[in-house]
């Protein structure tokens, strides 16, 4: 199902849902236990199969015994298949004598609400809170439910706009009126769940399931997404009575504007001192409430909550936009940040400081490794840029390539937007048809919202495939922000067929089969002889092929295979010389294109085989 045909059909089925509410929820209960019908019978059919081999033991003996271990095997691999596991989620869990306040909180609400105990209450590192159900029998249920609890998102809210948070995601699980929404929204999470982990299973058990799973899932999805969004509704209904209508939202404003100012000005703050420091030294989880309660000028804050409230509701998720939310509890945006040591985080009690402590420690010892490199880097880039700079001083003419890196650079480290954008356009004079530098100077026009940047874009796709991908996604941006939705899903939807397209290519270009056709490599006699003189080159090879995979998607772009051999024909093959030869094919051949290595010996001899009998495969 196309991401067209999926609107429309969200489209039309939410007005049914709203025009018969009770008869669109009936039709999405049959469609439900259909799935679970379809999975019930099929495994059904196959143990009544194996059953009535074993009570014919007697009678067809050999032959029953036979066909028993041939349909137990394939009962097993689909049980295998279907009987998938599902790690738990991970966090630092907490218990109630650790935060008696905190637990207090949960279990009020579950009792307001006839919510499911929590057998772990988990504090994550992410800002979001949510309720996840882990089922111990794989799609059979038997759920373990655990409460995720972002640590930054009690850094960020009050204690009451905390409990509107909760009483949001409890509300997903609670009984009463909806408790028929809240079994579709399991439902849904079900089947997606079930049939990304079969796409992602190697046991052939699967192939019973598989096509029906890849119709039904989207097909359930589009049918229960009017009462997934409908839940996201009920949800927030249920936060504003059990708190209030203001404190809902105000949790709701704060979320939104607190996660753009932590996404877009204080990890970057952070992030921003391995410029000049080579180890990390800060403490962002300790700090982090304060940058709330300190850190959000006016500017910036009105500026994240007009993004927030520009945002509108569409098929591309279940949530809806935060100005429809908030109209649906007939209230404006409200931003109330706790004031320092007032925010939720309190609730944990004493466990905050080790809880806090461990967090840090934690992001200390992931993130050192890429701060080193990032310090290192721009040490690098700082002398690389005040080389350039003193060859353009001395009138020295740079290369194309030269100057891209001096804009670059002038930009990245010098932090010097507009004389990196003067940079850009003058290289744009000098190398029109240069893809990158259309791209560049593009990408950074349309950065300053000059639409001038999509015709760049446009003609630096143009010019060079390999661009497409990022440019689509610059002009669906660029296009979503200034209002244009229709530019921005034609450019969207160009950027998934593409990345759809070059998925398949990557796939195809990264697997030899036997069946695979192959055809002369096409080279001129230059290219082949300068192929050969650097493979010549290279101690311990005895045969080399080299032939043209025929591929499906990207048909222009070569996929060439080279086949080698480093054992004589009476020799035994050698698993390590072939690994080392292959190591200096690697290390030193310049190939003409995208090229497939394989030892043609041992295993793979029938690949050899085929290359040996194709006409002037054999270059070495």
């Not at 709701?252 to 000049?276: C, F, M």
């Not at 007032?342 to 466990?351: E, I, Y």
């Not at 010097?416 to 259309?438: G, I, K, N, Y």
Request: with cysteine; glycine share 6%; charged share 25%.
């Amino acid at each position: 199902m196309t991401n067209e045909q999926f609107e429309a059909l969200v489209s039309r089925l939410e007005h049914q849902a709203q025009s018969n509410p009770g008869r669109y929820r009936f039709k999405v209960f049959l469609l439900a236990m259909l799935g679970n019908a379809y999975l019930g019978v099929m495994l059904l059919l196959i143990v009544v199969l194996f059953g009535m081999l074993l009570a014919s033991v007697m009678v067809l003996k050999l032959l029953a015994v036979k066909l028993i271990i041939i349909v137990g095997f394939f009962l097993w691999m689909i049980l295998k298949a279907l009987w998938v596991r599902i790690d738990p989620p991970e966090g630092t869990e907490i218990k109630a004598g650790q935060a008696p306040g905190l637990f207090a909180m949960i279990g009020r609400l579950r009792c307001q609400l006839g919510a499911p105990r929590f057998h772990h209450v988990l504090i994550t590192d992410d800002f979001n809170a949510g309720v996840v159900q882990s089922p111990r029998l794989g799609i059979f249920g038997w759920h373990r439910n655990y409460l995720l609890i972002g640590l930054p998102l009690m850094k960020s809210l009050t204690e009451e706009q905390f409990k509107a948070v909760l009483a949001h995601e409890f509300g997903h699980l609670a009984k009463g009126h909806g408790r028929m929404s809240n079994w579709i929204y399991r439902q849904r999470l079900r089947w997606s769940r079930l049939l990304a982990v079969l796409d992602a299973c190697e046991s052939q058990g699967g192939f019973l399931f598989k096509p029906f799973l890849n119709w039904f899932a989207p097909y359930f999805n589009a049918y229960s997404f009017p009462m997934a969004r409908a839940n996201e509704y009920e949800a927030d209904a249920t936060s504003a009575r059990l708190t209030s209508p203001q404190v809902a939202a105000e949790a709701l404003t704060s979320v939104n504007v607190v996660g753009s100012y932590l996404a877009e000005q204080y990890w970057p703050q952070i992030h921003k001192q391995a410029d000049e420091q080579p180890i990390p030294n800060f403490a962002p989880y300790f700090g982090m409430g304060q940058g709330v309660a300190t850190e959000l000028d006016e500017i910036s804050t009105q500026e994240w909550l007009d993004q927030a409230m520009a945002l509108q509701t569409d098929s591309a998720d279940t949530h809806p936009a935060l100005s429809d939310r908030l109209k649906a509890i007939n209230e404006s945006p409200r931003l109330a940040l706790p004031g320092i040591g007032q925010s939720a985080d309190r609730l944990l009690g004493f466990a905050l400081k080790a809880i806090t402590e461990s967090f840090d420690r934690r992001w200390k010892d992931n993130i050192l490794p890429s701060w080193q490199n990032r310090y290192l880097q721009v040490q690098n880039d700082r002398r690389q840029l005040a080389e350039l700079n003193r060859l353009f001083e001395s009138d020295a003419e740079l290369t194309v390539q030269e100057a891209y890196d001096r804009a670059r650079l002038t930009e990245t480290t010098g932090n010097d937007f507009d004389d990196a954008l003067a940079q850009f356009r003058a290289l744009h004079e000098r190398a029109p048809d240069d893809p990158l530098v259309c791209l560049s100077l593009g990408a950074r026009l349309l950065g300053r919202n000059d639409a001038g940047g999509c015709r760049l874009i446009e003609q630096a796709m143009r010019l060079d495939e390999n661009t497409i991908l990022e440019g689509c996604e610059l002009l669906r941006d660029y296009h979503w922000h200034n209002g244009g939705k229709e530019e921005a899903q034609t450019w969207h939807q160009r950027l998934l067929e593409r990345s759809q397209l070059q998925e398949a290519a990557h796939k195809e270009r990264n697997q030899l089969l036997l069946t695979d056709r192959f055809e002369h490599h096409g080279l001129s006699d230059a290219e082949a002889a300068e192929l050969r003189a650097a493979l010549a080159a290279i101690p311990g090879l005895r045969k080399v092929y080299f032939v043209r995979k025929r591929v499906k998607y990207l048909t222009h772009l070569p996929c060439y295979v080279l086949g080698y051999r480093v054992t004589r024909f009476f020799q035994l093959h050698s698993q390590r010389r072939s690994a080392e030869v292959l190591q200096r094919i690697q290390e030193s051949v310049p190939f003409p294109g995208e090229t497939i290595l394989i030892s043609v010996e041992g295993e793979n001899y029938r690949f050899g085989r085929k290359f040996r009998w194709m006409r002037r495969s054999r270059i070495l």
